[in-house]
C-alpha cells in the first residue's frame, strides 16, 4: 500500500489478557520498528528488524513482550499477560535503506 | 529508555509569529530529524539533517545540525494555523537504524 498500515487502530482489553497489533510496512522497505508512546510523552523505541538479520530487541520493556516479521513484511507485536501500565500508543514505522522513517497511526492500546 | 531534552515543553503564540525550539543530546547523533504529530495520527517527517553544521529549508522550515552534533533546532516562521501539533526531534547513530526521540513541543497557533 502507499504508507504503513497498523491494526486495530483501537483496543480495548481485560487485563490479563494477551492481545496482538498488527503493522503492514511500506512494500520494498526493509528496515521495520515498533515504538510505543504514553499520553503526552515521546516515542520509546521497542524492537527493530532490518531484512533478515537478528532483530534489535533492546527496547522491549520486559518478556511479556514479543514481536515477529514474517517473510520480511508484515510484523506483529504481542504483549502477554497485559497490565494497565501497557495502555499506550503504538507505533508501526518502516523504513528503505535512507534514515527516514515513515509511520502509521498507531493501535490505541487500553487495558481495563 | 533514552529520551533527548526538547524544548520548550509547549508554545502559544499568535498567527504569523516565528517560532522556535531546540533539541539536545548528552551523546552525539550522526542524524537529526524533525517530525510533526497531529492528534490521533503518526509522526511526519518534516527535515532530514546529516552533517554537522548543516542548515536545511522546508518552505516556512528551517532546521539546523549543531556543530557538536548533540543538538539541533528548529524553525518555523509566520506561523498559520495549520502548524498546530506536536514537534519531535529525533536522533539516529547509523543507517535506518532505531531513532532516540525527544520529549516533543506542543505548539498552539492563536488567531
Known amino acids: 500500500g502507499a504508507g504503513v498500515s497498523q491494526s486495530p487502530s483501537n483496543k480495548v482489553t481485560e487485563k490479563g489478557k494477551d492481545v496482538e497489533l498488527r503493522c503492514d510496512p511500506i512494500?520494498?522497505?526493509?528496515?521495520l520498528y515498533w515504538y510505543r508512546q504514553s499520553l503526552g510523552q515521546g516515542l520509546e523505541f521497542l524492537i527493530y528488524f532490518q531484512g533478515n538479520s537478528a532483530p534489535d530487541k533492546s527496547g522491549l520493556p520486559s518478556d511479556r513482550f514479543s514481536a515477529e516479521r514474517t517473510g520480511g513484511s508484515v510484523s506483529t507485536l504481542t504483549i502477554q499477560r497485559t497490565q494497565q501500565e501497557d495502555s499506550a500508543v503504538y507505533l508501526c514505522?518502516?523504513?528503505?535503506?535512507?534514515?527516514?522513517?515513515?509511520f502509521g497511526s498507531g493501535t490505541r492500546l487500553t487495558v481495563v | 529508555g533514552q529520551q533527548l531534552n526538547q524544548s520548550p515543553q509547549s508554545m502559544f503564540i499568535q498567527e504569523g509569529e516565528d517560532v522556535s525550539m531546540n533539541c539536545t543530546s548528552s551523546s552525539i547523533f550522526n542524524t537529526w530529524l524533525w517530525y510533526k504529530q497531529d492528534p490521533g495520527e503518526g509522526p511526519v517527517l518534516l527535515i532530514a539533517l546529516y552533517k554537522a553544521g548543516e542548515l536545511t529549508s522546508n518552505g516556512r522550515l528551517t532546521a539546523q545540525f549543531g556543530i557538536t552534533r548533540k543538538d539541533s533546532f528548529l524553525n518555523i516562521s509566520a506561523s498559520i494555523p495549520s502548524d498546530v501539533g506536536i514537534y519531535f526531534c529525533?536522533?539516529?547513530?547509523?543507517?535506518?537504524?532505531?531513532?532516540?526521540f525527544g520529549t516533543g513541543t506542543r505548539l498552539q497557533v492563536t488567531l
Open positions: 529525533a536522533g539516529s547513530t547509523g543507517t535506518a537504524s532505531k531513532l532516540t
Open positions: 514505522a518502516s523504513s528503505p535503506t535512507e534514515y527516514s522513517y515513515t
Open positions: 512494500s520494498g522497505h526493509t528496515a
